[in-house]
T-cell receptor, first 115, second 113 residues
Framework: DTGVSQDPRHKITKRGQNVTFRCDPISEHNRLYWYRQTLGQGPEFLTY????????KSRLLSDRFSAERPKGSFSTLEIQRTEQGDSAMYLCASSAHPTGNQPQHFGDGTRLSIL | KQEVTQIPAALSVPEGENLVLNCSFTDSAIYNLQWFRQDPGKGLTSLLLIQSSQREQTSGRLNASLDKSSGRSTLYIAASQPGDSATYLCAVRSGGGADGLTFGKGTHLIIQP
């Protein structure tokens, strides 16, 4: 399967704990995006990378959130000191460049539940 | 700030009907518009991408149109089938250097057998 892969699919944790999610994009896609989706809403953009460079961050990305893409391949999204409001589906997408006008392809997401 | 609205929020029709889903956006300076399908508990499946210079795109029973100047897009589904039941999301990539997509809340579609 050459689609976008996300791990884990589900994560349940207690409030205050740190969590980390991983995303493996489609091979040779140099743009990688993170979104958050809550129930009944469309996804909301968090941040994106072109290769290893983080080029854009949404205001939704508080200082408790950090994303990395160290070698321009897979990416991780870490949430520190989780809060109830962090419960959501975290979606990763990738797209090809250079034109930048390419479709974004999404993974199946990581569903985070904060107890 | 770009805002995307989808109408209706929910739609239930008998199998075999043709139907239209609507999407509107407030800022017409977009690079492209993408339609997605989302099944319960799953990620998004890309259906069609329309570049800002294009008027429509077709894939099988799906046809998407774009009227950039009026800030509108429609997704036409021909001869609907129960397997088309899902939430359909519209998203725009705005200009001005922003690369993230702005999504509507989706249309929840049920096709009755």
């Amino acid at each position: 399967d050459t689609g976008v892969s996300q791990d884990p699919r589900h994560k349940i944790t207690k409030r205050g704990q740190n969590v980390t999610f991983r995303c493996d994009p489609i091979s040779e896609h140099n743009r990688l995006y993170w979104y958050r989706q809550t129930l009944g809403q469309g996804p909301e953009f968090l941040t994106y990378f072109q290769n290893e460079a983080q080029l854009e961050k949404s205001r939704l990305l508080s200082d408790r959130f950090s994303a990395e893409r160290p070698k321009g391949s897979f990416s991780t999204l870490e949430i520190q000191r989780t809060e109830q409001g962090d419960s959501a589906m975290y979606l990763c997408a990738s797209s090809a460049h250079p034109t930048g006008n390419q479709p974004q392809h999404f993974g199946d997401g990581t569903r985070l539940s904060i107890l | 700030k770009q805002e995307v609205t989808q109408i209706p929020a929910a739609l239930s029709v008998p199998e075999g009907e043709n139907l239209v889903l609507n999407c509107s956006f407030t800022d017409s300076a977009i690079y492209n518009l993408q339609w997605f399908r989302q099944d319960p508990g799953k990620g998004l499946t890309s259906l069609l991408l329309i570049q800002s210079s294009q008027r429509e795109q077709t894939s099988g029973r799906l046809n998407a149109s774009l009227d950039k100047s009026s800030g509108r897009s429609t997704l036409y589904i021909a001869a609907s089938q129960p397997g088309d039941s899902a939430t359909y999301l519209c998203a725009v990539r705005s200009g001005g250097g922003a690369d993230g997509l702005t999504f509507g809340k989706g249309t929840h579609l049920i096709i009755q057998p």
